[in-house]
C-alpha cells in the first residue's frame, strides 16, 4: 500500500507547473498529454483496488455474521448441555463457543481496519480524480493557446511578411500585364480587319466613279 501511494504521490500528485518548468524545451502539450496517460493508468488501479477493497470489507462482514451467529448456537447448545447434565455434550459446545467467540473478535478487528482502509483509499482515489480532471481542463486551456498562437503566426504571415505580400503583388502583376497583351492583341486585330474593311470598300468605290466618268 505505501508503494502504491508512492507512486500516486509521484505521477498524479505531482506539481505540473514544477515538471512542465524542468522540461521546458519540450513541447508542454505533448507532455501534459504523457502525464495525463500515466494519470489515468494509476486511476484505473487505484479504481481496481477499491473495488477490491469493497469485496474484502463484504466478504469479512459475511464471515463475522456467519461466526457470530455459530457463537450464539454453540453458547445456546452449551447451557442447554449443561442444564440437561450432559459433561461431555457441554465442553464440546463451550469449546466451540470460545473458538468461535475468538473469531468474532478478530473478524471484527479486521473489519474496521479494512473500512478504515477503505475509507483512505476512498479519499485518495476521489482526489486522483479531481487532480485527473483538473489536468485534462489543463490540456484543453493549453490547446485553445496553442491554437490562437498558430492561428494568429500563420496570419501574421499573411499579413506582414514582405515575402508573402511581394509574392501576391508579383502574382498579380503578371496577371495584370497578360491581360493587357490579351486586350492589346484583340484591339490589333479588331483595327487591322476594320482597316482592311474600309480600304476595300474605298477602292470599290473609286473603280465605280471611275467607270461612270468613262461612260
Known sequence: MTNLFTRIKNTVLADLHEALDQKENKNPIALLNQYLRESEQETEKVRKLVERQYRLRDEFTKELQQASEMAAKRKYQAEVAAKAGEEELYQFA??????????????????????????????????????L?????RR????????????????????????YSDKAFSRFKEIENYLDGLEHKVNSSYYRS????RVAELEKNIKLEESKSIS
Open 194 to 197: 476594320t482597316i482592311d474593311a
Open 140 to 163: 484543453m486551456e493549453l490547446m485553445g493557446r496553442e491554437n490562437v498562437t498558430r492561428a494568429n503566426q500563420r496570419m501574421n504571415q499573411v499579413l506582414d511578411s514582405n515575402t
Open 133 to 137: 480532471k483538473d489536468m485534462q481542463l
Open 94 to 131: 463451550q469449546s466451540e463457543f470460545q473458538q468461535y467467540a475468538a473469531r468474532v473478535e478478530r473478524l471484527s478487528a479486521s473489519l474496521d481496519q479494512v473500512k478504515g482502509q477503505l475509507g483512505e483509499l476512498e479519499r485518495k482515489y476521489e482526489e486522483m480524480k479531481h487532480k
